[in-house]
T-cell receptor, first 114, second 110 residues
Framework: DTAVSQTPKYLVTQMGNDKSIKCEQN?????MYWYKQDSKKFLKIMFS???????INETVPNRFSPKSPDKAHLNLHINSLELGDSAVYFC?????????????FGNGTRLTVT | GQQLNQSPQSMFIQEGEDVSMNCTSS?????WLWYKQDPGEGPVLLIA?????ELTSNGRLTAQFGITRKDSFLNISASIPSDVGIYFC??????????FGKGMKLTVNP
């Protein structure tokens, strides 16, 4: 049973397209996150939701829109994809946000924009 | 903003050797976490530290939360080939978001 699962694992698409990445956690956690990992492996937070409410919204283009239908799901929709969006996107969850309890990560979605 | 300086950036060692890595910052943190990422997978938690001065072991891994609350180290003893991967430190202070170091890529030669 995968604790944090995200789909798809690979996503190859052309510039200008709109795509979505889905994430689900079965850990009963209250907080979910989206991280972006660039080619240098640097992990940078994009968004965080606590009980379906947005609590962190980093300096991310508004082409990226997270949606949390319930506290077990946090999806990421990206409009008008650009070459620079190519990266690995990780979903994560934690039981508590402050003080933070350990994050459980999904296995990532490798997005390639051509 | 808060930044973590993780060093070294990479290490090449022989199987059986010990490894040390650390993270430092000019900011004070309340929580330090150490993660390992295998290729094609997400980071997995190794050790969590919640108290200044805390020293915690997990098998061959030992980590400490610095007494100044501005640093942490991770040691791996008697390395084995499956220790290869990228090791990340992460820290949170107060109500701030979790910040990650830039990672340390470990290669273990059999």
């Amino acid at each position: 049973d995968t604790a944090v699962s995200q789909t798809p694992k690979y996503l190859v698409t052309q510039m200008g397209n709109d795509k979505s990445i889905k994430c689900e956690q079965n850990l009963g956690h209250d907080t979910m996150y989206w991280y972006k990992q660039d080619s240098k492996k640097f992990l940078k937070i994009m968004f965080s939701y606590n009980n379906k409410e947005l609590i962190i919204n980093e300096t991310v283009p508004n082409r990226f829109s997270p949606k949390s239908p319930d506290k077990a799901h946090l999806n990421l929709h990206i409009n008008s994809l650009e070459l620079g969006d190519s990266a690995v996107y990780f979903c994560a969850s934690s039981q508590v946000y402050v003080p933070i309890s350990p994050l459980h990560f999904g296995n990532g979605t490798r997005l390639t924009v051509t | 903003g808060q930044q973590l300086n993780q060093s070294p950036q990479s290490m090449f060692i022989q199987e059986g050797e010990d490894v040390s890595m650390n993270c430092t910052s000019s900011s004070i943190f309340n929580t330090w976490l150490w993660y390992k990422q295998d290729p094609g997978e997400g980071p997995v938690l190794l050790i969590a530290l919640y108290k200044a001065g805390e020293l915690t072991s997990n098998g061959r891994l030992t980590a400490q939360f610095g007494i100044t609350r501005k640093d942490s180290f991770l040691n791996i003893s008697a390395s084995i080939p499956s220790d290869v991967g990228i090791y990340f430190c992460a820290a949170q202070g107060g109500s701030e978001k979790l910040v990650f170091g830039k990672g340390m890529k470990l290669t273990v030669n059999p």
